[in-house]
């Protein structure tokens, strides 16, 4: 197995001008904030008023006092609830942006996965269309945004029907043949990693996984160390973690400009945190269980990255030794 590139080096981040290191700073959180407001929050609108009309055209709920205390509390005047309308209807665009930029360097990673593969945290499915189906038994996809799994069904079908391939990805003008076909071969999970129990019905268990998949998911799960180790568990000696996350800056200007938006990231971004080293957590916590990281170096980054960007990777896949 190899992973080389001249798209990505181990060097450390090449030097920001000026104008790059407030164009990171700015203008793309900026961006991506005005595209929550205006892709969600017309969604949210509407969506608000239709749970309102709901109560009152439904005689059993418009005299009930408690369905009235629920849908005020808990809807409208729930900050919560509206961020995850607007994400609901935001995301998607938002995800397919990500997705194009970094394209060309999701696509050799994810095609390495095989076997029992667990994605965390798939979103709205952009990684389907890289996966080599003939490589893969069973696809997990552990995604606990259930507003999102509409539009994973959605790439699943795409991929196995050949309908939705797009540029660059592994099944480009294909049909699927049923030994192919990743729709019959994925187990779409409404959990989160800290849901041991759900992945323990479903097979997620110590050592049963030949691939874990990490595409920009460490940055929002919670208590992340505690949940690596977890994750790292579940792989088969001689299995393999292919990773593309975004993590916290090496520069010290970037990182406190990191941490300064952190806050409302938060929120906007349903808990993802800029200021994560994940990639090193993951090196750290493997430690010796790794037998060798990556191709060319411990974590690899896209060689088009300074060290401005808010949103920099650590792109790497590491496998766990066998046992001897
Ligand atoms: C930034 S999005 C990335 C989505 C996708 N991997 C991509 O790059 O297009 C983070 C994803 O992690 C999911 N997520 C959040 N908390 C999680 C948890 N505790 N366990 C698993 N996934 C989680 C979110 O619902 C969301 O789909």
């Known amino acids: 197995m190899s992973y080389i590139s001249p798209d990505l080096h181990p060097e450390p981040a090449r030097r920001a001008t000026v104008l790059q290191r407030v164009k990171s700073a700015t203008v793309e959180p900026s961006f991506f904030a005005l595209l929550i407001i205006i892709l969600g929050v017309p969604f949210a609108i509407l969506a608000q008023l239709r749970g309102l009309f709901g109560l009152l055209t439904t005689p059993a709920r418009v005299f009930n006092p408690i369905a009235w205390l629920h849908i005020v509390l808990f809807e409208l005047l729930n900050p919560t609830h509206w961020r995850d309308l607007a994400l609901q209807a935001a995301f998607p665009s938002i995800l397919k942006i990500s997705d194009s930029t970094w394209a060309y360097v999701k696509k050799p990673l994810l095609e390495q996965a095989d076997g029992i593969v667990l994605e965390v945290g798939p979103g709205d499915g952009q990684s389907i269309k890289y996966y080599d189906s003939k490589k893969i038994k069973h696809l997990y996809l ?19 029907s050949g309908a939705g391939a797009e540029k660059g990805a592994s099944n480009k003008g294909h049909k699927a043949s049923p030994s192919e076909c990743l729709e019959s071969k994925a187990t779409i999970l409404s959990a989160g990693v800290q849901d041991l129990d759900i992945l323990a019905k479903n097979g997620i268990r110590e050592e049963s996984i030949d691939t874990v998949v990490l595409v920009q998911v460490l940055c929002s799960i919670p208590d992340p160390k505690e949940h ?65 990281q990556s191709h060319e170096g411990p974590l690899l980054r896209p060689t088009v990255e300074h060290d401005g960007e808010l949103l920099p990777h650590d792109v790497a896949v590491f496998v766990k030794a066998k046992r001897q």
């Open 228 to 292: 690596i180790k977890v994750i790292l568990s579940y792989i088969k000696p001689g299995g393999k973690l292919i990773m593309f996350e975004h993590v916290r800056s090496a520069h010290p200007l970037t990182r406190a400009i990191q941490a300064a938006w952190t806050p409302l990231w938060r929120f906007m971004a349903k808990g993802c945190e800029m200021t994560r080293p994940s990639g090193a957590w993951v090196s750290e916590i493997g430690g010796a269980q790794w037998e060798r």
């Open 142 to 160: 552990l995604e606990p945004f259930e507003a999102l799994h509409a539009p994973l069904k959605a790439a699943l079908h795409a991929a196995s």
